[in-house]
């Protein structure tokens, strides 16, 4: 079963959020450990450790903004892909980017 916008997981066909993968795929290329990156975006280790394996799917969009910009130090398209991942609105407007 399918819902808009959601995987399914393997594990009892619970859906998997797109913010997620979208955390998971970011933290990989991040040499950071979630500790580090719990210093560097003053969020718990444990909040950090609960986004990335999709625990909580309804994160602020405050949280989101120091997960991505200090956490995982990504640059604003990334972080306005995070947001909008969450059903945020995005920092800045594709068009303003250009």
């Known amino acids: 079963m399918k819902r808009r916008g959601h995987v399914q997981s ?54 989101l903004i120091l997960l991505a910009v200090f956490g995982l130090e990504l640059p604003l398209h990334m972080t306005d892909d995070v947001l909008m991942a969450a059903d945020y609105k995005p920092l800045a407007l594709a068009s303003a980017i250009r």
Do not use: F
């Open 10 to 63: 393997r594990i009892a066909n619970e859906p998997v959020h797109p913010l997620m993968i979208l955390l998971q795929k970011y933290h990989k290329r991040t040499s950071k450990t979630q500790a580090q990156m719990s210093r560097d975006c003053w969020l718990h280790e444990t909040y950090i450790s609960r986004l990335l394996r999709g625990e909580r799917t309804h994160p602020s969009r405050d949280a």
